[in-house]
């Protein structure tokens, strides 16, 4: 079978990158999603049962404030639908956190055994036990980050009161720490780092190459938008068209079996592919990393001088 490996150990300009890293999505992109529905089935369960009550919840809610007793026909009082809602609301953030992180790993270590083995296959059970040798970290890794995102709430906070540069600064930090953060993540994976050395490691490679960071972010953040707005417009064109056809007729959506699983399926779809997304975009900062760690230290290109130098012998 022909090897499509593209090395991704090499200093890479911007445009480079770009090119690398939509070359890797074509070629990867059917087995890495083979990869991520293996081993996200509990976590896919979950978002279904998450999205079924917070679907029930807030149309619940619905009926209720339209209805002056309390109650919407074939509806969950006002109290029951609102505990839904929350209890939907906390269990969705949870199960979304824990998943965000369990697939930045997954991402990571396939493109990680992706780079190991040039291009050529690897099971997909490599990839989860990969995966599982770094959980300990993964778990303290998401720690650290409720710190680092409240102190990025509080700068937010003070650019939204400057006009025009204070938005321009705040989409700058924002996409440098999604870069960050990115590189960080894979070098810890990568390099097998501790927690706090893998965001000194991070850091020391995104700054050194700031612009470059945060323009391929920006860019290819904005490109996989795009593609996911592109996945959802067949899904999105149903639910409106069905959402229409509610309005139009009056259905009870409390009462309709049809409409609760409608909007059910729909909303875990949408949430499936936002965490999909974020595989993505850990793919992104991936393909960085390998180009801004053979910038710093140069490893891969002295390994071949060093062969050549032993050939030539």
Sequence with gaps: MENHYTE??????????????????????????NVFLGYNGVFLI??????????SGFVGLLQSGSDAYGMGAGGLSNFTSMGLFF?????YMLIMLVVVGFNYALSSSYLNLYEGAKGAAFDKKEVWRHTREHLGRILLFILMLVPIFLGLMVVALVFAFIPILGLIAHYI???????????????????????????????????????KSVGV????GLLNGLLMLLVLL???????????HVVENNVDVG????????????LCLFLILMVFAQCLSQFVNGILYY???????????????????????
């Design 255 to 266: 009462g309709s079996i049809l409409a609760t699983t409608v909007y059910t399926l729909g």
């Design 87 to 91: 209890l939907a609301m906390g269990l």
């Design 8 to 33: 991704l150990r090499a200093n890479r300009d911007f445009g480079d990158i770009l090119s690398v890293y939509f070359d890797f999505l074509r070629r990867e992109l059917k087995k890495f999603a």
């Design 173 to 211: 930090i924002q996409f440098f720490a999604t870069a960050w953060i990115g590189v960080s993540f894979f070098a810890m994976i990568s390099q097998n780092l501790g927690v706090i050395e893998s965001f000194g490691e991070g850091w020391r490679l995104v700054t050194g190459s700031f612009w």
């Design 291 to 313: 180009s801004l760690h053979e910038k710093t230290y140069n490893l891969n290109t002295r390994s071949k001088i060093e062969q050549i130098g032993q050939m030539d012998q």
């Design 46 to 55: 979950a978002l279904l049962i998450c999205s079924y009550l917070m679907v």
């Design 234 to 244: 067949i899904p999105g064109i149903i639910m409106g068209v069905y959402t229409f």
């Design 217 to 220: 972010n920006f860019v290819l």
